[in-house]
């Protein structure tokens, strides 16, 4: 009894442990071994490299697509550019043709109106 008249209480550790071993057995330190923290970093890091090297091939492959695609284009623009060339130089020989033939008609109604040949309506002029 203390001198105020109460019991003392039986001192307690916060942690409690066997007073033969007091102390806690500590982990063989390896200078090699790292800290799982640390390690669980690498594996993240390896793992991002690959899903970026993966994003990379992928990036490549696409491009080369692209730059397939863009020369089937060329090729037919290219294409699409001839033919349109082809239809410009007929059309220029049609209307050519077109204005050779309005003056042989010209000149044979002139013809026809000499030697007094009717001229005939129905069918067409060339």
Do not use: K, W
Not at 40 to 53: C, M, P, S, T, W
């Amino acid at each position: 009894m203390n001198p105020y008249g109460y019991y003392f209480l039986p001192q307690t550790d916060y942690f409690p442990h066997d007073h033969y071993y007091s102390y806690l057995p500590q982990e063989q330190h390896d200078p090699y071994r790292q800290p799982p923290q640390v390690q669980a970093l690498e594996r993240r890091v390896n793992a991002l490299e690959r899903q970026n090297e993966q994003q990379a091939r992928e990036l490549d492959r696409q491009n080369r697509e692209i730059n397939r695609q863009n020369q089937e284009i060329n090729r037919i623009n290219r294409e699409i550019n001839r033919i349109n060339q082809e239809i410009s130089r007929l059309n220029q020989n049609d209307e050519r043709h077109t204005r050779r033939l309005r003056r042989l008609n010209q000149r044979l109604r002139v013809v026809e109106n000499r030697l007094n040949i009717p001229f005939t309506q129905i069918e067409d002029e060339f």
